[in-house]
């Protein structure tokens, strides 16, 4: 089983809990090839104009500038790496509301026509990744999953609907750490029962290939 781990932050996990999701994950998942793409530390220009001006150099046969080069190559290397994972982890905050900037990149980079969706001939999205599966790991300080809160919730949710919405993944596991700023008194408790819930999830993911 080929697992791909996206981590979206780059505070160290004495600072930021999804940034401990992600270690706590890694650190039980057994018995599978694992890559992790930090999207951090990856070279990710923004998606953009730069990537169209890109696309018709190509194809008259133009030469490419220095970001055109750098945006086609990393767009490139996202799908690779989606491509070759039976199984795609995703590791991230809410901030602001919403998935960092860093996150919306790689999705811009892999949210294609033709790979991760399509159209039939009546007009109707097909998705084309239903053979992979997702885990949603993601942290947020403050309570969203109120009824009155949750529509403003655009993270974890935002995440659902794409990987599982439109490229057609199947969800297996979902863990959410909320609260804990909104809390304090009460957070060491909220983070650690979050995280024994990471390694349970990254244990029963390690069983599967067993």
């Not at 070279?43 to 953009?48: E, L, R, V």
């Not at 104009?49 to 750098?70: H, T, Y």
């Not at 799908?79 to 811009?108: E, G, R, Y």
């Amino acid at each position: 089983m080929n697992v791909l781990v996206v981590k979206a932050n780059n505070r160290p996990a004495s600072e930021a809990v999804s940034s401990k999701m992600y270690e706590t994950f890694m650190e039980n998942l057994t018995g599978v090839n694992v890559t992790t793409y930090d999207v951090f530390a990856e070279d990710m220009p923004y998606f953009g104009q730069d990537l169209f001006n890109a696309f018709a150099k190509m194809q008259s046969g133009e030469e490419l500038s220095d970001v055109e080069q750098r945006i086609v190559a990393a767009k490139q290397k996202a799908m690779d790496a989606l491509s070759a994972a039976d199984v795609v982890v995703f590791a991230f905050p809410l901030w602001n509301l919403t998935i960092p900037a860093k996150l919306q990149t790689f999705i811009d980079y892999v949210y294609a026509a033709g790979f991760t969706f399509k159209y039939d001939e009546n007009g109707q999205l097909v998705s084309l990744m239903t053979d992979k599966k997702a885990v949603i790991l993601s942290a947020r300080g403050g309570i969203y999953s109120t009824p009155e809160a949750a529509p403003m919730e655009m993270a974890a949710n935002y995440m659902k609907n794409v990987v599982g919405g439109v490229f057609g993944m199947e969800i297996i596991e979902e863990v959410i750490i909320e609260g804990h700023n909104a809390a304090p008194n009460k957070a060491d408790g909220i983070i650690n029962e979050g995280l024994a819930r990471v390694a349970e999830a990254a244990k029963k993911l390690s069983r599967v290939t067993v």
